[in-house]
Every structure is written in structure tokens, then in C-alpha cells.
């Protein structure tokens, strides 16, 4: 989804390191955790570090707990969920059922998105699943900046994606999405039609 080149094998401690990438959908930056795949029948001693590796699960925003649709994925899920739940994990989460092109008639858990990582399928579902998932985090607004105020703005200016700028006679339109913690910051700059 990131279109990252990730190193890939089916071996023990092939993914142990999580790998970090950003990401847009939409215009909105995401960073996506790429954490240890899959964990089971682990010697004792090295299940400590491999939960190590689920950490950044902990505290996200949103988890995909993404499934290998051609094979047991009932027992994958069932393990994942379970170490997580060890963790204390309450984070929200998708269920991601990955190589569905390789069995298209598995019957998927409800509400799973399916997706082909090898095929691009399913990938602007998934992305726009994410979006709604995240709704609440994000504010979608128009923005009027007159020119006299560009320099107040631009201090700002970190804090948003812009979608669009257009250019008026008395000033910029902005169409912004900005997150909700911010979204005070800009209330001098919202178009009065819309909620401060």
C-alpha cells in the first residue's frame, strides 16, 4: 500500500525488525508500522521478543491485522488477536484478508476488506476504510486567508494537508484537512458557514 520494496520470506525472524514507511490517502500523511507477521508455536524464550515487536500496536490509531486468505486464516487471526489481547491491546482495528486473487471463493470474516497486495486489488477500498475509521480524527474545511494574514497562516501551515488552493481577489480559498487536535488553531480562518 505504501509502495515500498519490503523484504519478504516465508522464514523465522525474516520480518522480526518493524519497519516504518509514510503514506497518503488523500492528501493525509499516515505512518504505517509494518510489525512481526505472525506468531505461533514459538519456543518459550523467544516469545518475549517477539511481542517486543508488537509495542508500536499498542498505542495506534488504528491496527490492520492483516490475513493470508489462502491459507488457515481463522487460526491466524484467532493468534494475533490473542497475543495482542496479552498486551493489553485496545487499539481499533480492520481485519485485512491479503491474496484474495489466490482464493476467490474463501468465505471472509465479516467485515474484512479484501485485498491482493500482489495485484493492487481491493487497495482504494482499504484505503478508503481507513479514512472512515479515522473520520473522527481528521476535520475536512474550507479556509479563507486574506493576503494581509498569509504570514499568521503560514506559521500554521504545518499543522494541515491542503487539498486545494485557489486565489480571490480579497485572498486564498483553502480546502484543508486538518487534525481534529489543531483544528482550534485555524477556527480565525474558517469560512463562517461552516462549524468553528
Known sequence: MTGADVFVKNALFATLDPTSRAFEIEGVPFL?????????????????????????????????????????????????LSTLNELGFSSPYLVVMNKCDLAPDVRLPRD??????????????????????????FVRATLMIPYARMAAYSALRPYLTETSVTYADDGAVIEAIIPTVYADRFAQFRKKDQNA
Not at 43 to 66: G, H, N, Q, R, Y
Not at 117 to 133: C, E, M, P, Q, S
Request: proline share 1%; charged share 25%.
Open 112 to 137: 474484512a476488506v479484501a485485498i491482493s497486495a500482489a495485484t493492487g486489488a481491493g487497495l482504494d477500498t482499504l484505503k478508503a476504510r481507513i479514512l472512515d475509521a479515522l473520520k473522527d480524527e
Open 32 to 80: 504505517m508500522v509494518d510489525t512481526v507477521g505472525f506468531l505461533r508455536s514459538l519456543p518459550t524464550s523467544l516469545i518475549e521478543a517477539f511481542k517486543s515487536t508488537l509495542e508500536s500496536a499498542l498505542t495506534s490509531d488504528l491496527a490492520l491485522i492483516v490475513c493470508d486468505a489462502s491459507g488457515d486464516y481463522e487460526m491466524q487471526l484467532e493468534t494475533t
